[in-house]
């Protein structure tokens, strides 16, 4: 299984592209039935990995994309607000390319 949507608010703006494609079978019960079938699913917005998830195939499409949509936000959550580093201060300003750093005649 694989799946493919925008993410539009309103219908209107796009929050993202979704993908998620089955990586590798894990498990494949002695009965064969595929709906136990358990896999890696690699999960991507806008064309950059955003990771992996487990799911078993006869949960369906949309628990697949619920848990892939759970680890889309808690990896944003993990992100620094923008402007700020990784340890929660603000980053020095970058020399020559700031708009006090230019000199007058």
Known sequence: MALWFTLRMNGLDSLG?????????LDLTDS?????????????????????VQHRYGDGAFVLAHKALGLIIERQQKRPPAG??????VPPP??????????RS
């Open 84 to 89: 700020l580093r990784e340890d929660g201060q």
């Open 94 to 103: 970058q020399a020559g390319g700031g708009d006090g750093d230019h000199k």
């Open 17 to 25: 592209q979704v993908v998620i494609q089955r990586v590798q079978w």
């Open 32 to 52: 064969g039935a595929i709906d136990d079938a358990v896999s890696d699913y690699k999960v991507k917005v806008d064309g950059r990995y955003a990771g992996k």
